[in-house]
């Protein structure tokens, strides 16, 4: 059973960063794809960050995805954090068509 569990969520004011965790259980954690997501109150979960180093238009520059494959972690270094950044944020491990989904972590930009 795979598991996938994101950390680091929490309040920041504007302009802070902050840096989330992914690990995912396993060892073919280099094998995986792994992307961040983000859904935010009444919206749909859009893609943040992919494992193409593709980033969404409104977090380029500020975000970054890093996966460390002898942690099994992938991280998102998100910098000069905005309030339409709060979120919550989704790790998703995917291989071979399977995908695995975190449970989400929370995260709050607010003065």
């Known amino acids: 059973q795979v598991q996938v569990v994101e950390s680091g969520g929490g309040l920041v004011q504007p302009g802070e960063s902050l840096r989330l965790s992914c690990t995912v259980s396993g060892n073919i954690f280099s094998s995986y794809g792994m992307d961040w997501y983000r859904q935010a109150p009444g919206k749909e979960r859009e893609l943040v960050a992919g494992s193409n180093a593709n980033y969404a238009d409104s977090v380029k520059g500020r975000f970054a995805i890093i996966k460390a494959n002898a942690k099994n972690t992938v991280y998102l270094q998100m910098n000069n954090l905005k309030p339409e950044d709060t979120a919550v944020y989704y790790c998703?491990?995917?291989?071979?068509?399977?995908?695995?989904w975190g449970q989400g972590t929370q995260v709050t930009v607010s003065s």
């Open positions: 998703l491990a995917h291989t071979s068509g399977i995908l695995y």
